[in-house]
């Protein structure tokens, strides 16, 4: 039978911000394509100082970063689509972008689950 972590009071409720905040971040890019991702963004800015010190803190470090890099591909290709030959690209790009972020907020949350920080 597998022990379960026990975690302090503390830690606990950072980490329940946390899986929230990917909830968050997952419901806006499935029904807005991630344009209402600034909502939990402002809350990872403003809480991760709260983790620091904890497996934690990476997490809203990986939210951050992954809502950043999402932005700026979905810019890339905003740009591309504004000419003609540049449409093709833009859609893969737009793809690429919506499945870089999916596997990005599984893995975090499923890395989350198991107490496990995110990679630097």
């Known amino acids: 039978m597998a022990q379960e972590l026990v975690l302090d009071p503390r830690l606990q409720s950072t980490k329940s911000l946390a899986w929230w905040l990917y909830i968050g971040h997952g419901l806006s890019f499935l029904f807005s394509l ?3 991702s ?3 963004l402002i809350i990872n800015y403003i809480k991760k100082d709260d983790a620091t010190g904890t497996f934690v803190y990476s997490h809203h470090r990986w939210q951050i970063r992954s809502f950043w890099w ?3 591909w979905m ?3 905003g740009v591309l689509f504004l000419t003609v030959i540049g449409i093709p690209l833009a859609w ?3 793809l690429g972008a919506w499945v870089w972020k999916a596997y990005r907020l599984l893995k975090g949350l499923l ?3 198991d107490n496990k920080p995110m990679p630097v």
């Open 38 to 40: 600034f909502i939990p």
């Open 92 to 94: 893969l790009i737009w």
């Open 75 to 77: 810019v890339i290709g």
């Open 34 to 36: 991630g344009a209402f």
């Open 111 to 113: 890395d989350l689950n």
């Open 70 to 72: 999402y932005f700026f």
